[in-house]
């Protein structure tokens, strides 16, 4: 059997003051100081003639321009094909606007930097060419905990089963809504719930329903031979949008997904990276004062804890990697270019606040007249099969790969090569609000990204085994 090799490297990614931020539609000027630092990781793992790099960073996720730039020099860099890299955002709201953001005022839209890109671009590529060179041999660990108490489902079903949009709640009620939406999530794993996904009425949430929310915390531990940490990669799905105190809303974060890594190196002495799950709709239970601490800490210190828990190490796990280019199906709800345009020329001051959402239909309308194309990227490593999408999908469309993946252990990694837009399902098009609004993407995106996935994963199960 050909042995497992892994090498891991990371940097800082910073970007300076004065670079605009990308998050909130409501900040009117770029960064203005530092919160605590962004970085970018890279893991190589080689078996045989298989190679693949896993990427994760902080920011909210890069488009698929600067994806290819930072694949193609990784792959002059470390010889490792563009197409078995995938790189991935965490998704913090206090990271930089790397393009895009068409949405906002001009002004705002100038301050992305070229020069930031060139930089970001050129250090994914260094830091996959020195994970790679400084691999060694490695036992590899796979298991999955749960931080159930931690996210909830921010779309919210009414009485009459329409559809609320909370995303924050009261303490009281946001731990009923989090352990509610996990409840029904395992349910909806094991086969058990039938009909629509969402809870029975509650009577604390005023005879409300929650939605799905997925606590499971997926672990890849990786060990050198003497059994000291090279690094864990952590599979979790929380929006990083924790930091909501004003005195920082301007100062670069990696949000809670840095608190999660400090807890779980402090703990373990070895590297955390993490890979955002699909939180397209799953929201922190806090979002104000230490709520940062809260959550990185209760999913960091869960992650160590499946890491002393898994018994089983193998050097000699199958690895392999397949993707697939699809076309997604358009929103049909957004207007052509034509009237999207003629909507915002319509409006008194184009630029201004209150033409924010005709700004964002012109862009939502040239995404769709350029082609809806999406890479689903897969790997294997063992009993590990790993999906990366490239949008923010709400969390059903992970559940579902999931639940039907012929791997003991799944990953679904969002903001992964790529960061096009939300990913609604079906239900949430038909019910409408925010995820669904805010897409270029419309009915048949949850099919083909859950057939495609789903197939993916059956195809690399099936070239292990033979
Ligand atoms: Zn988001």
Redesign the pocket.
Known sequence: MPTLTAGFAQVDITPPIGVGMSGYGSRTKPADGINDPLIAQALVLSSGEQAAAIVCMDNIGLNWDMVCAARERAEVASGIPEGNIVIAGS?THWGPMTSGGKYMPEYLRATISEEYNETLVAALARIVAEANSSRVEVVAGIGSGFSDLVTFNRRVGAPDLSTLWIAAMPPERAIIASREGNRLAREWRRGEHRGPRLSAPIAELDGNRVGPADGEVGLLRLETLDGMPLAGLVNFAC?AVCGGDEETFYSWSADWPGQARAAFSSLLGGPMMFAAGCS?DQVPRWRQGNSRERVGKSVGAEAAHVWWGIDENSGDLPLGVTRRSIELPPNTRVPSLAQAQANLAAKPDPEGSDAQWERACVMLAEEIEAGLAAEVWAMRLGDLGIIGLPG?PLTEIGLQIKQRSPFAHTMVVSLANGAMAYFPTDDAIHAGGYEAEWSPVGLGTERMLVETGLDLLRDLYGRGEG
């Open positions: 998704h929006h397209g923010e």
